[in-house]
């Protein structure tokens, strides 16, 4: 069983366009994230909503839409894609109490603009 | 913004090898957790470290909270092909996560 799930893992689209990413944890967790990866590998977190409600809001864009319909999905939307935002995107999840941090990271979108 | 350095950036060693890393931050933190990238996937909790001074084994490595709360280590014994790829630390605080830069490993045979 995949515990947290990414989709599409490849996406290749043009710049202008608007594209979304998926998100789905089967561990129960009450926190998600979106994390971005350049290409020198530097992960930078995005957002985090905990409960469905957003708790960290990082310096992004607000061409960049997280969506949290319930706490098992975090979607990113994406709008009027730009070249600078190729890079690979990664959602996670932890349980955010009890002192409990550890975080389980997706396997990955990777996203290139053309 | 919190910073973690880790070094070294890059190492080569020979298997059966052991491996040390280390990750230091002006910042104090809560919790500190080291990962493991391969290419194209994401990055795996090793060990999680949640009190200053604690020391966690996960079967061959080892990691250490320091003391201060601003460092951590690694360890890895008796290296193996399979152990190349990057190692991040994070330093967590409230709801947020600071990854160092990483530490590439490769392992010759």
């Known amino acids: 069983d995949t515990a947290v799930s990414q989709t599409p893992k490849y996406l290749v689209t043009q710049m202008g366009n608007d594209k979304s990413i998926k998100c789905e944890q089967n561990?129960?967790?009450?926190?998600m994230y979106w994390y971005k990866q350049d290409s020198k590998k530097f992960l930078k977190i995005m957002f985090s909503?905990?409960?469905?409600?957003?708790?960290i809001n990082e310096t992004v864009p607000n061409r960049f839409s997280p969506k949290s319909p319930d706490k098992a999905h975090l979607n990113l939307h994406i709008n009027s894609l730009e070249l600078g935002d190729s890079a690979v995107y990664f959602c996670?999840?932890?349980?955010?109490?009890?002192?409990?941090?550890?975080?389980?990271f997706g396997p990955g979108t990777r996203l290139t603009v053309t | 913004g919190q910073q973690l350095n880790q070094s070294p950036q890059s190492m080569f060693i020979q298997e059966g090898e052991d491996v040390s890393m280390n990750c230091t931050s002006s910042?104090?933190?809560?919790?500190w957790l080291w990962y493991k990238q391969e290419p194209g996937e994401g990055p795996v909790l090793l060990i999680a470290l949640y009190k200053a001074g604690e020391l966690t084994s996960n079967g061959r490595l080892t990691a250490q909270f320091g003391i201060t709360r601003k460092d951590s280590f690694l360890n890895i014994s008796a290296s193996i092909p399979s152990d190349v790829g990057i190692y991040f630390c994070a330093g967590q605080w409230g709801q947020n996560f600071v990854f160092g830069p990483g530490t590439r490993l490769s392992v010759l045979p």
């Open positions: 561990l129960g967790h009450d926190t």
């Open positions: 996670a999840s932890s349980q955010g109490r009890g002192g409990d941090y550890e975080q389980y």
């Open positions: 910042s104090i933190f809560n919790t």
């Open positions: 909503y905990n409960n469905k409600e957003l708790i």
